[in-house]
């Protein structure tokens, strides 16, 4: 029985899909809750995007309120801290 160099390359994409899962590319609500948490605690975006394995720009617009606008507020209430 002989291997095609088809039928190789479909076990190769094949093996690649179920081994490497796609990254995140935005965060939910919650999360964004913790990264307010995590930059008033002292971390720097960079040590937060690779916490949630994510990029950098997904942190940045997080905080400059491209991105889930209210999780600002909602941090800062959970913590009593006024945003």
């Not at 095609?4 to 081994?19: N, Q």
């Not at 796609?22 to 930059?39: C, G």
């Not at 720009?57 to 889930?68: C, E, F, P, S």
């Amino acid at each position: 029985m002989s291997i095609t160099t088809k039928e190789t390359l479909a076990w190769l994409v094949l093996s690649f899909k179920t081994t490497n899962p796609a990254k995140p590319t935005k965060f939910i609500f919650e999360e964004a809750v913790d990264v307010w948490l995590r930059r008033w605690s002292g971390q720097y975006q960079h040590e937060i995007a690779a916490a949630y394995v994510i990029n950098r720009r997904a942190v940045n617009q997080v905080l400059k309120g491209i991105t889930h606008a209210g999780s600002k507020d909602e941090a800062a209430q959970r913590t009593g801290r006024t945003a």
